[in-house]
Each structure stands twice: as structure tokens, then as C-alpha cells.
């Protein structure tokens, strides 16, 4: 798998409060970026999900761009486990950002036909920012530094909070 050397970035903005963070992303079969061939991409809208472990896509994009699953594999959801098929695909983001070859999980999504999960999100820096009463969100690749809201900031009552891995 080729390694990103480059930084991308993108921003979304809405024009109100948004409770369901949305972009447009390309998705196609897997394929070298660097080399000559391009597969047939679709753009589909995405909802960027911090909840959910794993990115995934849907029947209809599966079945659109011919995937052929690479294994199955045990996902959770609100309805229980069960066990899904596996596909591995390119990804791109609003503004080049690009993630080759990612494994998905295929699952049944209801108005949009991938849902960015903390496999994507984990490989950069992510914000959420809401002025003025309109949601802003941005993602770069690869992460560039920390985002600390509370160093240097006066508040009354700073809080820090350091999750251990398990």
C-alpha cells in the first residue's frame, strides 16, 4: 500500500446547525494511485460517524462498482452482530483527500452510501466547530499536530481529560 506523503484538508460548512455531518466522497474498486489506470469511481454522500469503528458502505455501491468481498468479518450495530462481507476500495475525499486501499464492511444504510468512520478519521485531524449558530467541520491528512482547546486558553475551570488504551 502506498504511504500519503502529502497533506490534504478539506472544510464543510452548513449553513445552520447540523446533526448529521455529510460531504461528497469518490469510491472505487482499489487501485495504485501513482499508477496509470483508474477504475470507474461513483460519488456518493458520506456521513462522518466518530461512533463507529470501521467505515462502511452500501449494497447499492457495492453492486455499482462490481466489488468482488475480500473476506467477512463480525460488525456491531444497533440491531446486534452479525457477519459481513469485506471489501477493499479507494476513497476520496471532498478536495483530493485521499485514502487507498481501505478495507469496508458492507451494511445497509439508509439515505447516504458510506459511512466515514474512525478508520478515516483516526489518520488525521478532525474538527468540529460551531460560530455563529453554523456548523464547521475539517479534516486534514495526514495529522498534522494536537488540537487542544484548553492550553492557554483562561477558563474557570480547565479540564483534561487522558483516555488509557486498552
Not at 462498482?65 to 457477519?83: C, E, F, S, Y
Request: proline share 7%; aromatic share 6%.
Amino acid at each position: 500500500m502506498p504511504n500519503i506523503h502529502r497533506t490534504s484538508a478539506f472544510t464543510q460548512q452548513y449553513d445552520g446547525l447540523a446533526n448529521v455531518l455529510r460531504s461528497e466522497c469518490i469510491v472505487s474498486q482499489a487501485f495504485d494511485p501513482a499508477g496509470p489506470e483508474r477504475p470507474d469511481t461513483c460519488t456518493v454522500t458520506c456521513v462522518w460517524d466518530t461512533g463507529a469503528t470501521n467505515s462502511v458502505i452500501s449494497p447499492r455501491l457495492v453492486g455499482a462498482l462490481k466489488l468482488v468481498p475480500t473476506g467477512r468479518m463480525p460488525v456491531n450495530d444497533a440491531r446486534g452482530t452479525k457477519i459481513s462481507n469485506t471489501y477493499i476500495v479507494n476513497v476520496m475525499l471532498p478536495n483530493n483527500v485521499e485514502i487507498p486501499f481501505l478495507q469496508v464492511t458492507e451494511g445497509i444504510l439508509l439515505g447516504f452510501d458510506m459511512l466515514v468512520g474512525m478508520d478515516i478519521i483516526s489518520k488525521g485531524d478532525f474538527s468540529v466547530s460551531c460560530p455563529e449558530g453554523k456548523t464547521v467541520f475539517s479534516f486534514r491528512l495526514p495529522s498534522a499536530h494536537e488540537v487542544d482547546f484548553v492550553d492557554g486558553k483562561v477558563l474557570q475551570t480547565p479540564i483534561r481529560i487522558r483516555h488509557l488504551q486498552r
